[in-house]
């Protein structure tokens, strides 16, 4: 199975700085690296993903980059907001499957 | 487009007791995940389904936890004599089918057995 690590588990920043969040990976074979935010009192929702066959993604204020070699991918968030404030989990699954592994979840909080 | 739904919302169990949890995919979507959410922890896989079939079960507790997604119909994820462990958010995903990655979730039942 996949093994799944997230850094930092809590990130404070002020309104406007970059926030970024790091997964490594264990499962080599992998090849689908999504990110998701979860407010308080909801499910999870898939922000952005990314497939192995590129490097990076990015979609407005948000941006994903991947490293195969290193084994490790990371969510970068720029002029944050409050609204950012939530928690950020990575959940890539096992290579040959489409069941995703959670991290254990990134605390994100935005001062305004 | 109606997204992921998911009944009733909370759910209060005594010990002892049945709980059943619903999950209706979105629309077009054939197939269904259930997952557990303990307090301050990520989602851990419980059971994946298509319409009358079971796919992995791998993450099921062996014992008193079934799940089932007939022909027509939510998907329903039961928990018999429920346990004080058994309080936790249980959420479903759906995703279109074999091939696609991404999956949209439900915004959860928060079952508490007291």
């Known amino acids: 199975g996949e093994n799944v690590e997230q850094h930092p588990s809590t990130l404070s920043v002020q309104e406007g700085d970059s926030a970024v969040i790091k997964c490594t990976y264990s499962?080599?074979?992998?090849?689908?690296f999504p990110w998701y935010k979860q407010e308080l009192g909801k499910g999870p929702q898939l922000i952005i993903d990314i497939r192995s066959n590129v490097g990076e993604k990015k979609d407005q204020r948000i941006a994903v980059t991947l490293n195969k070699t290193a084994k490790h991918f990371s969510l970068h968030i720029t002029e944050t907001q409050p609204e950012d404030s939530a928690v950020y989990f990575c959940?890539?699954?096992?290579?040959?499957?489409?069941?995703?592994?959670f991290g254990r979840g990134t605390s994100l909080i935005v001062h305004p | 487009n109606a997204g992921v739904m998911q009944n009733p919302r909370h759910l209060v169990r005594r010990r002892g007791q049945e709980a059943r949890l619903r999950c209706s995919p979105m629309k077009g979507h054939s197939h269904v995940y259930w997952y557990r959410q303990l307090p301050e922890e990520g989602l851990k896989f419980m059971v994946y389904?298509?319409?009358?079939?079971?796919?992995?079960e791998s993450g099921m507790p062996k014992e008193r936890f079934s799940a089932e997604f007939p022909k027509e119909g939510p998907s329903i994820l039961r928990i018999q004599q429920v346990v004080r462990g058994d309080s936790a958010a249980y959420f479903c995903a759906s995703s279109g089918g074999t091939g696609s990655y991404e999956q949209y979730f439900g915004p959860g039942t928060r079952l508490t057995v007291t």
């Open positions: 499962d080599s074979a992998s090849n689908y």
């Open positions: 389904l298509q319409k009358e079939n079971i796919i992995d």
């Open positions: 959940a890539p699954p096992s290579g040959g499957s489409y069941i995703p592994t």
